[in-house]
Structures are given as C-alpha cells and as structure tokens.
C-alpha cells in the first residue's frame, strides 16, 4: 500500500482559502486514482473530490463544485486539494485517499489508502 500524509488545514474564516496537499510514499502515486474525502463530528465521511491517475479526470461533490480544484504532480507524488470562500459548514477532518487506477469511484469504502487526516476549522 501506499503511504499517505495530509498537510495544509487549520483555522480560517468564512470566505478564505486554503490549499491542502498529501504526500505519497511507498509506491509510485502514479499506480493510484485519488480522492479527498471530509468527516464532520458525527457524520459519516462523505467524498469531497477525485482525480485520475493521470490527472485527465476530475470530479466533485456536487455541493462543492465551483469552490474546489483538485490537481496532482505525480513527479511530486503529492496531490492538491485548493478550497475557496470557505464556510463554517466546511469544518471537518479532510482526508487523502488512494484507489488502484483500475478503479473510478467515490465510494469511500473502495479506497484502500488513507492518510491521519489535516483538520479545517472555518469560524463565521
């Protein structure tokens, strides 16, 4: 499996940005399709956005599209979350999650790969 480490949350106010990134290791990121998924205190993780291995594809969450971009450098083996004009109902536990690139899913069950998770609070 491959080993995965989310950075970049933290406290912001509504209407900021922040870009999260996670960083691969183990095996080369290019193997994987990636999505990030988010956990809510008491709500059931829910998928965020996904990208190809190659970077091709993408997709969001429909209530999220229009804030969100999700981009890769597999010569990097990191991937990018970038989120703007937060809001308060944002606040959660974002997580990397890495899939074989045989598979185009956002069911968060199906991943095989996880990362601790980078905490994003937005005040109002």
């Known amino acids: 499996q491959v080993q995965l480490v989310e950075s970049g949350g933290g406290l912001v106010q509504a209407g900021d940005s922040l870009r999260l990134s996670c960083v691969a290791s183990?095996?080369?990121?290019?193997?994987?399709?990636m999505g990030w998924f988010r956990q809510a205190p008491g709500k059931e993780r829910e998928f965020v956005a996904r990208i190809s291995w190659t970077g091709g594809l993408t997709d969001y969450a429909d209530s999220l599209k229009g804030r969100l971009t999700i981009s890769r450098d597999n010569a990097q083996n990191t991937v990018y979350l970038q989120m703007n004009s937060l809001k308060p109902e944002d606040t959660a536990v974002y997580y990397c999650?890495?899939?074989?690139?045989?598979?185009?899913?956002?069911?968060?069950?199906?991943?095989?790969?996880w990362g601790q998770g980078t905490q994003v609070t937005v005040s109002s």
């Open positions: 999650a890495a899939v074989i690139r045989t598979t185009w899913t956002t069911a968060y069950r199906l991943y095989d790969s």
């Open positions: 183990g095996r080369p990121l290019n193997n994987y399709n």
